[in-house]
C-alpha cells in the first residue's frame, strides 16, 4: 500500500489527515498532491469549510522543492479591503498617514516558498487585479513605492468554500483570475461522500485526541461508530475531530461509547437508518426540534409519561431547561405536590382547564 508518510519526509504529521492512508480515497488524495509538489504552478483548492484545504496545501509546500523556505498564509476573508493590499504587497514610509516606517507584505516574505491565499473568493473585486498582475508578471509593487517593481519568487495556493462560478456570473470574482488561479485544480469531497475515509479518520484522530489528553484509548465501541457515520457532518474533519477529541475527553474507560458523544444535530430519522432505536437518541446527543411544541402536545406528553420530565423532554426533543420554559410559556402552572417544592415540574397542573392530571396535583392554580 502506498505510505504517505514515507513519500512527504519533510512534512509535520503531528496533525496530517492524509498521512498512514489506509483508504482508496486518502491514498489517491495522497499521490494527486504529490504530483502537484513536484511543479510551481499554481494551485486552487475548493470544497467546504472544514474539509482539509489547508492540510492539502501545506502537504504540497512540505512536499515541493521550496519546503525549506516560508509558507505564508493570508486568510482574505479576515482582513478588511483596505488593509488587504498593504499586507499583500506591503508599503514605503510615509506612504499614507500612520505608516511611519516601511512594512514587508507577505508576498515578499514568501519569496522562495509559497502563499497561501485562504479565502481567496472573498477578496474585495477591487483588488483582485493587482494579484492578476502579480501573477502574470512575478513582479510586485508597495503602496507608495513610485512604481518600482520588485521581482518575487512565490508559488500561489488559493482555497475557497465559494462557488467561483457563480460568484464570476454574479461578477464578484474576476474571471481571468480564476484561469490563473486554477492551473491545478483539487476539489476537496465532503466528508459525508467519503464513506471509504471515514472509519481510518476516525481512528487517526482518536489516537491524536488519545497523545493530548495523555490517556490510552483503545477504539470506539459498534453503537458509537454508527451513529458517527449516521451523522452528515456539515463541519466535515474540522467537526470530526472536535467530536472525537470531545467523547476521549468524556470517556472514562479505554473505549468510547456512544454516550460520551455529542453529535449537535443528528437527527431521529438518521438515527433510525443506523438502527439505533429513537427513545435512546435523547440519552445520547441533545436533540434540537424545529417545529414549534403546542400547548396540547406539552400537556399530552406530561401525561403519558406520568409527569416524568426527562421521559418528556425525550419524547420532544428538547432539553429538560427548554421544556421548563416551555411550561412557563405555554402556562402550564408549576405546584406543590407529594411534598415537591412548588418550582418541581413533577407537580405540573394545567391551569386553563383547570384540570388536574398525572395524579400528583393537589389542587388547580
Not at 515541493?64 to 514605503?92: M, Q, W
Not at 495556493?157 to 483570475?177: G, H, P, S
Not at 438518521?270 to 435512546?280: E, K, L, R, S, Y
Request: glycine share 6%; hydrophobic share 45%; proline share 4%.
Amino acid at each position: 500500500m502506498h505510505d504517505y508518510r514515507t513519500e512527504l519526509p519533510n512534512y509535520d504529521h503531528s496533525s496530517d489527515v492524509l498521512s498512514k492512508s489506509s483508504s482508496v480515497g486518502l491514498t489517491s488524495l495522497s499521490k494527486m498532491l504529490l504530483k502537484f509538489a513536484a511543479t510551481d504552478a499554481p494551485v486552487l483548492i475548493t470544497g467546504e469549510s472544514g474539509t482539509g484545504k489547508e492540510v492539502a496545501a501545506r502537504a504540497v509546500h512540505a512536499a515541493s522543492r521550496r519546503h525549506d523556505k516560508p509558507l505564508v498564509t493570508l486568510n482574505c476573508a479576515a482582513l478588511p479591503s483596505a488593509l488587504i493590499a498593504s499586507e499583500l504587497f506591503g508599503y514605503e514610509k510615509g506612504a499614507f498617514t500612520g505608516a511611519l516606517a516601511r512594512k514587508i507584505g507577505q508576498v515578499e516574505h514568501a519569496h522562495g516558498g509559497t502563499l497561501f491565499l485562504d479565502e481567496i473568493g472573498d477578496m474585495p473585486i477591487d483588488l483582485q487585479c493587482h494579484l492578476l498582475r502579480f501573477l502574470q508578471e512575478g513582479t510586485i509593487t508597495r503602496i507608495g513605492g513610485r512604481g518600482e517593481a520588485i521581482k518575487v519568487d512565490v508559488r500561489i495556493i488559493a482555497a475557497t468554500n465559494v462557488d467561483l462560478a457563480v460568484a464570476i456570473r454574479k461578477e464578484r470574482f474576476r474571471e481571468d483570475l480564476f484561469f490563473r488561479l486554477n492551473v491545478l485544480s483539487l476539489h476537496m469531497p465532503p466528508l459525508r461522500e467519503r464513506k471509504a475515509d471515514f472509519e481510518p479518520l476516525v481512528h487517526r484522530f482518536l489516537a491524536e485526541s488519545s497523545c493530548q489528553i495523555g490517556r490510552r484509548m483503545d477504539g470506539i465501541a459498534p453503537k458509537a461508530m454508527a451513529m458517527l457515520e449516521a451523522h452528515k457532518w456539515p463541519g466535515n474533519l474540522r467537526e470530526l475531530k472536535s467530536a472525537i477529541f470531545r467523547a476521549a475527553v468524556m470517556c472514562t474507560g479505554t473505549i468510547i461509547q456512544a454516550e460520551n458523544l455529542s453529535l449537535m444535530i443528528l437527527t431521529r430519522g438518521v438515527v433510525q437508518q443506523a438502527n439505533i432505536a429513537p427513545m435512546d437518541l435523547p440519552r445520547y446527543i441533545a436533540q434540537h426540534r424545529t417545529t414549534p411544541i403546542s400547548r396540547e402536545e406539552l400537556v399530552a406528553a406530561l401525561v403519558h409519561h406520568e409527569n416524568n420530565v426527562s421521559a418528556c423532554a425525550q419524547e420532544l426533543g428538547i432539553s429538560r431547561v427548554t421544556l421548563y420554559r416551555k411550561l412557563r410559556r405555554l402556562d402550564v402552572i408549576l405546584d406543590r405536590a407529594n411534598g415537591l417544592q412548588a418550582d418541581h415540574p413533577l407537580a405540573v397542573i394545567d391551569q386553563h382547564r383547570q384540570r388536574p392530571f398525572g395524579g400528583n396535583v393537589l389542587s388547580a392554580a
